[in-house]
């Protein structure tokens, strides 16, 4: 029986390389997201889509489209970013950056944890922007929040999954060059997907959730 992996965020970016990824590893990929894209739809994967990660009832309609699915890893991936500076906050596109980048992997987390396999992992990807120790610019005030407090419940959701064998992965990619930050970066899709699933692979429930550069070095909190 093929290995299960479920990737948030699915339909492009980072993630789409990821499907790309486990598909060419034999795994089974079960790709959720909200609007469609050609380039994922043409992979052997299982689409869930219009699924909202802030909507309680998209995340039910997740996991009765799942049912009892047995998930091996769940890669909660699904975020924006936004750009917020003191002279000029708009707390509305912060709170929504709270809304999708640390609630949401929460409730898809909360809402499968029964699926998960025993020795199953949940990778959160996150960004060292949500690292207060290496905030050196300001600015991105949404994002670098909800980016923290998404490392802050991966943690606690690492100490409460401990007793079902699940290993949790706190990721940040590295700069990806995607259409999140204009496609510019020093690292493609496939290859943060590469480092990424490497990282992934070495993951298990003796390592402590701590957050990790995706290229093989810790990062400060």
Known sequence: MNQVVVVTGANRGICLSLCKHYVSL???????????SPALSALDVKIVQDI?????SSIAALKQSLG???????????????????????????????EVNTLGPLRVTEALQRNMTDGGKIAFITSRMGSIEDN????????RMSKCALN?????????????????????PGL???NMIGDMGNVTPDQAAEQLASRIEALN???????WHAKDHQLPW
């Open 68 to 98: 009892d699915t047995k998930i091996h890893l769940l890669i909660n991936n699904a975020g924006i970013l936004r750009d917020e500076k003191i002279a000029n906050l708009n707390y509305e596109t912060i709170q929504y950056q709270f």
């Open 136 to 143: 050196t610019s300001g600015g991105r005030y949404g994002y």
């Open 152 to 172: 802050a419940a991966a943690v606690s959701i690492a100490h409460d999954l401990a007793d079902k064998n699940i290993a949790v992965a706190i990721l940040h």
């Open 52 to 56: 909202d990660i802030t909507l309680p």
């Open 205 to 211: 429930i003796t390592n402590p959730a701590t957050l």
């Open 176 to 178: 990806v060059g995607t």
């Open 26 to 36: 034999g795994w089974a990929v079960i790709a959720v997201y909200r609007t469609p």
